[in-house]
């Protein structure tokens, strides 16, 4: 029985279940072949998918929990994986965690949910089928809105589901997944660091474009991902996922590596020349060690040292040019003052149902400009509450302020279950650190529409959420 603990004993199948899904890759690609000569690329596509997809089933119904701690670090690079480019049929996160409804299926929960985490839940639910229905009305093929659909939303609510009921089972396993969420954010910050050493990128791989600010006269880094939103938000959840690990470590355990796994989230962010990004990060700082309940004194001090240092280095970071500028830059916040002003006429346009989904674009261009101070409004919403507003209307932005407030309900129950748990402590100011940085990025960037950071996010809360369900019912009182 021992033996079956030792981590080859999980590495032998695993590489097995990896042979039987190349397999399945290859036969599945020589059979939609055939299909693809005879009836056309996307019914080839969607074989090769249904092959694939039932592979992934297997597997991980083979791995289990395996199959989510390795999602994170796996999730990184696999985001390269999709085919084909441009409107992806199969990506990495469909297959992966489409599988993971196996893994829901055959581990039922082991305790009711609480009262804190109802809130959250039932949010995700009512936001998957508000948003599917929308997206479907929007346009009813496989690509655009109902892609965004599957990986922004639904998939993130499936990850959620898993990684909660995984965490469910003990806090060796929230550490689990929390080291692995702080490895990706490593994975993540290193190619970050990487692009901007050796000038490569990779946004073109994954549908985007290379985003060159004119205003700094660089290209802003956007590691795998096609546009560097996601990936500074993905950033931000990962150093909250770190901070807690590093706190939550059994005294006198070694955590120097997992510092340097934070300085390359930490140098990702500063890359993505976003400052809703960099706030972000400062309040997943001050959060993760300034939030302990019923000790105001030391957020104040966390606060207070963290404003000393940032009036020591100022001086020094403004002698950059980029920070300087992206500092200094005035005319951003007024061009966002005006696109707001022109998503509620959006609103207003079209209130109970919205435009649609994606549509907010083309419905701006065709309208005038507004202006704030002389400068004119964007063609994008630039903020995920004015987007949702605008192309989905008041039913489709009661459902995201329904998960805002769930959010803010598990936060508070940490908090409860803070003054008894050392877990739920530290868990406390990582989980509201996360969240505000998720806030912060999502008032003044269109951050829902994009699957990783949602994906990252989902699979951070569903920790929380777990391990709070599962302290809670450690607590109760059992009957006699």
């Known amino acids: 029985m021992r033996a079956a603990s030792h981590p080859d004993s999980a590495l032998r199948p695993a590489a097995m279940w ?3 899904a190349g397999v399945a890759l290859l036969s599945g690609a020589t059979a939609s072949g055939e299909v693809d000569a005879r009836f056309g690329e996307t019914p080839a596509l969607l074989l090769l998918a249904a092959l694939l997809g039932g592979t992934f089933f297997i597997l991980i119904a083979f791995l289990g929990s395996l199959a989510i701690v390795v999602w994170p670090v796996a999730a990184t690079v696999g985001y390269l994986i999709q085919v084909p480019r441009g409107e992806p049929v199969i990506t990495f996160d469909r297959v992966w965690i489409g599988g993971m409804l196996v893994y829901i299926a055959l581990n039922r929960r082991s305790s009711e949910r609480s009262a804190y985490t109802r809130p959250l839940a039932f949010g995700l639910l009512w936001l998957v089928v508000a948003y599917g229905l929308r997206s479907v009305t929007t346009s009813a093929t496989l690509g ?68 060159f600010d004119e205003g700094v006269d660089q290209a802003r880094v956007s590691g795998p991902y096609p546009v560097p939103e996601p990936y500074g938000l993905s950033l931000v959840i990962c150093l909250a996922a770190t901070l807690y690990w590093i706190q939550s470590r059994p005294r006198g355990s070694r955590y120097s590596w997992a510092l340097v796994l934070a300085g390359l989230e930490i140098a990702g962010i500063m890359l993505t020349l976003f400052r809703a990004a960099w706030l972000a990060a400062v309040l997943v700082i001050v959060a993760s060690f300034g939030i302990r309940p019923g000790r105001f004194g030391r957020l104040y001090a966390v606060m207070g040292l963290v404003a000393v240092v940032a009036v020591v280095a100022a001086p020094q970071l403004l002698q950059n040019e980029t920070i300087a500028t992206r500092t200094q830059d005035t005319d951003n916040i007024d061009a966002r003052l005006a696109t707001y002003e022109q998503g509620l006429q959006i609103f207003r346009s079209a209130p109970i149902f919205g435009v649609g989904v994606n549509e907010y674009n083309a419905v701006a261009e065709q309208l005038p400009p507004e202006k704030v101070g002389g400068v004119e409004s964007l063609t994008f919403p630039h903020s995920s509450y004015v987007g949702l507003l605008a192309e989905q209307g008041i039913l489709g932005f009661l459902p995201f302020l329904v998960v805002s407030y769930g959010v803010w309900v598990l936060v508070r129950g940490l908090r409860t279950a803070s003054f008894s748990s050392r877990e739920a402590l530290f868990l406390t100011g990582a989980v509201a650190g996360a969240a505000l ?17 949602n994906a990252f996010f989902a699979a951070f809360l569903g920790a929380a959420s777990g391990r709070l369900d599962a302290l809670l019912s450690a607590a109760q009182p059992r009957a006699p």
């Open 437 to 453: 940085g998720y806030l912060v990025m999502s008032l003044t960037l269109t951050m829902l529409p994009y699957s990783p950071s």
């Open 18 to 20: 990896l042979v039987v």
């Open 144 to 211: 655009g809105p109902v892609a965004t659909w599957i990986d922004a939303i639904l998939l993130p609510a499936i990850l959620f589901v898993a990684c909660e009921r995984y965490c469910l089972l003990g806090a060796d396993r929230g550490r689990r997944l929390t080291g692995a969420l702080m490895l990706a954010g490593g994975v993540l910050g290193a190619i970050g660091v990487a692009q901007r050493i050796w000038g490569f990128e990779l946004a073109t791989l994954t549908g985007g474009a290379v985003r």
